[in-house]
């Protein structure tokens, strides 16, 4: 199976707007923002969808939600912000690397749609 576009960005194969990188993942801005803050957080493991998740990715994810909140404080949106995981092609899931985007610095409106 060729790569996902997420995986040539965590392995530098194309440019991306990289604002964190640990050894579980990395976070970057989103190319097409829906707010004035909108960046994606991705695991380096290439886990398909948020529904293709196992027992042994809970610390991973776990970690995953730490570095939201540790970005959330460097981007100056901690006060409010929202995370979205689109899991499956009819949740509006286009990139199937299992990505959370986290957006903020406008106010959010529900339900989404
Ligand atoms: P989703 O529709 O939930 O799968 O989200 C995929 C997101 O990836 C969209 O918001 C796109 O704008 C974003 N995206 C696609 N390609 C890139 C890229 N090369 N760099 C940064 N973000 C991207």
């Known amino acids: 199976m060729s790569d996902t576009i997420f995986m040539k960005i965590i392995n530098k194969e194309i440019p991306s707007d990289i604002i964190h990188e640990d ?16 960046f994606l957080v991705v695991p380096r493991k290439a886990i398909p969808r948020l529904q293709d998740l196992s027992p042994e990715d809970e610390p991973l994810i776990g ?13 100056g949106i901690a006060e409010g912000y929202r995370v979205v995981a689109n899991s499956g092609a009819s949740a509006g899931q286009s990139v199937f690397h299992l990505h ?9 409106h529900w339900p989404p749609g």
Do not use: W, Y
Not at 65 to 75: C, F, G, Y
Not at 100 to 108: I, N, Y
């Open 100 to 108: 959370f985007h986290v957006l903020g610095g406008r106010p959010m």
């Open 23 to 38: 050894d579980q993942c990395v976070a970057f801005r989103d190319v097409n923002p829906q707010a004035p803050v909108h």
């Open 63 to 75: 970690h995953i939600h730490s570095v939201i909140t540790l970005l959330a404080d460097k981007e």
